[in-house]
């Protein structure tokens, strides 16, 4: 259910960054694997929050961006698979997390209503 505060916020940055007279129609969002955020929730959500505003009727868009860990023992970098953080090289369980963690709005598009 924290999609729908997520979702708020989203619009928040959306109408600020909107000039006066003119309308969101593309909002670009880049979601790392690891992030909670659940694309079809925030589509859902969307679509309330939005109604009388001037995003209303815009489309999302969502990137997602892969995991990606470091073993911090043997330095290998890997893809993450199914719930296992472990190294494929040395099976070192201690790692951190290089990509898929990101979540942010990385473009807003607008037009003249």
């Avoid at 979702?7 to 880049?30: C, F, M, Y």
């Avoid at 929050?49 to 868009?61: D, F, Q, R, Y």
């Amino acid at each position: 259910m924290h999609e729908l505060a997520v979702t708020e916020n989203i619009l928040n940055i959306a109408l600020k960054h909107t000039p006066p007279g003119q309308r969101v129609s593309d909002v670009h969002l880049v979601i790392g694997q690891l992030s909670s955020i659940v694309d079809d929730s925030v589509q859902f959500y969307w679509d309330m929050v939005c109604e009388n505003t001037p995003a209303a009727g815009a489309k999302l868009h969502f990137e997602r961006i892969p995991a990606e860990l470091q073993c911090l023992d043997c330095q290998q970098r890997y893809g993450f698979a199914k719930d296992d953080f472990a190294c494929p090289a040395c099976g070192s369980a201690h790692v951190r997390v290089v990509k898929g963690e990101e979540f942010y709005v990385e473009a807003i598009e607008v037009e003249d209503r």
